[in-house]
């Protein structure tokens, strides 16, 4: 058993190097922590401090977060958790009582430029869209994608997936928190060094069609296989989720170039982009994820589990007895259902016919949707209906208004008749023609041409589909 030779006079460095020995962190997460705790130190002794375990107090804590007030946030974030974890060690060895960094918030004062934007329905569905483009055109882009879409998974959690977290008899994935030294990217130290405070061992549920895709996916690979690849067709590490959706966005024209070639190497090449309004990063995803569910109506606790945030309520062991879906799960698999069925079907019609589905206006369904899904695992099936009814009433509406002719100017019915004779029109009115089209353009329906209360399923049935979506949440 190690025995430990620190005191409260140990210097922070030497404190480090025996939390080091103990650890098996990665090479180069090695190299950031030291470099932190040179940092600290660095400034312990600019402002007239030693720099050793007892003069790290909380008064030296606000010291030094008023002196990097103008740092980026983010590089102040990583020297925090560095001596959150070193203080957390302290702790454990007996050394110490209390941990001031911990009481140290860093906020974030340029939000704008650190922070993704969100995508609103339309852009998500623009962004999936582009997906399967350039899965068609031989970029591999599209399981990266599917599974951040539904989850916003963290890119720390995408690059540890394996063939074997896919669970196909539950529905969903394991992410596992197992350290590994695949990942060494400077940026998520905060979550390595944390994962017990910040992320948890978690299920997180997918939807039928992902989860068919990853069936087909997997096929042939090994359970240990990793089960993302990059672009270059490596396994999934350092800042590939970051690639692979500038790709998607250089797709989408979404980074343009500047014009301006400066110079010929890569760097210089990678300078003259643009970043449109547009843009946005992998973090983007998780945002949007997590606005869409709660605008759905799915509880916090559901989204703090599918974030991987710690529940205000936690089962404890009790949860690995519970063999069917938790309130949360449940609600998380019936909202990803319900916005993967809204993103197929606006592919589907966009592919095979070419019309643009009116997302926003279905997306203010989701809350009624959600809710009645909740109830009836099956009302998704009557939900997708009403979608492509609403987008084909869309349809034959303007496709009429544009082609009426007054009927006194009528170029093949004789001059004076009102109406065309019932048997020479190849699609009778009551087959298509409801009580809301008629009253939309301007007409009054006669009693012979009202659509039946009861048509039969299938049947073309505007009326009913508008005032679904006319309802306001």
């Given amino acids: 058993m190690h025995k430990t030779n620190l005191t409260l006079k140990s210097t922070l460095e030497e404190a480090y190097m025996e939390q080091e020995k103990l650890s098996d962190w990665s090479p ?31 008064e030296y804590c606000l010291q030094w ?18 001596m959150a974890s070193l203080f957390r060690h302290l702790n454990n060895a007996n050394i110490i009582d209390g941990n001031p960094f911990l009481t140290v918030k860093i906020t974030d004062y340029t939000t704008e430029k650190y922070l993704s934007k969100d995508l609103n329905i339309t852009e998500l569905y623009q962004v999936y869209k582009a ?33 074997q977290s896919l669970d196909f008899e539950a529905g969903g994935i394991h992410i596992n928190f197992a350290k590994t030294n695949k990942n060494d990217e400077e940026e998520v130290l905060e979550n390595e060094m944390n994962l017990n405070s910040k992320n948890r061992e978690s299920f997180i549920p997918l939807p039928p069609k992902v989860l068919t895709f990853f069936s087909n996916y997997i096929k042939g690979m090994h359970p240990e296989d990793s089960l993302l690849y990059g672009l270059r067709g490596k396994s999934f590490a350092n800042k590939q989720m970051n690639y692979v959706v500038t790709k998607v966005c250089h797709h989408l024209g979404w980074i343009v170039n500047s014009g301006d070639n400066g110079g010929s190497n890569s760097k210089s090449k990678q300078n003259n982009k643009i970043k449109t309004d547009k843009y946005f990063t992998p973090h983007g995803l998780r945002y949007s994820i997590a606005t869409i569910f709660h605008e759905m109506g799915v509880e916090d ?3 703090r ?56 206006a279905i997306y203010e369904q989701l809350p009624v949707a959600f809710e009645n899904q909740m109830k009836n695992i099956y009302h998704v099936n009557l939900f997708r209906d009403q979608i492509i009814r609403f987008t084909m009433s869309k349809m034959e509406l303007l496709m009429t208004q544009s082609s009426v002719v007054p009927m006194n100017q009528h170029p093949i019915l ?19 023609q409801g009580p809301y089209f008629q009253s939309v353009m301007g007409m009054s329906a006669p009693m012979n041409v009202q659509q039946p209360p009861q048509a039969p399923y299938g049947y073309y049935q505007p009326s009913g589909i508008q005032d679904f979506f006319s309802v306001k949440k």
Wanted: hydrophobic share 35%; no cysteine; proline share 4%.
């Fill in 28 to 58: 180069n997460s090695k190299n950031v922590y030291r470099r932190n705790i040179n940092s600290i130190s660095s400034h312990m002794q600019s402002v007239g401090l030693e720099p050793t375990i007892e003069n790290v107090t909380y």
């Fill in 65 to 82: 977060k008023k002196d990097h007030t103008s740092k980026n946030p983010n590089t102040l974030k990583q020297q925090k958790s560095t």
């Fill in 131 to 163: 997906a399967h483009e350039l899965q068609t055109e031989g970029v591999n882009v599209l399981a990266p994608m599917l599974l951040d879409i539904y989850t916003g998974l963290r890119s720390t959690n995408l690059i540890r997936l394996t063939v």
């Fill in 301 to 303: 606790n559901a989204i």
């Fill in 305 to 360: 589990l599918l974030l991987l945030h710690s529940k205000k309520t936690e089962l404890g062991a009790l949860e690995r007895y519970l063999r069917r879906d938790t309130r949360e799960v449940k609600q998380l698999r019936m909202a990803q259902i319900l916005l993967e069925t809204v993103l197929e079907t606006a592919f589907e019609i966009d592919e095979k016919f070419g019309v643009q589905v009116e997302l926003e």
């Fill in 414 to 432: 004789p001059m004076g008749e009102a109406n065309f004779p019932m048997e020479s029109h190849p699609f009778t009115p009551t087959q298509y």
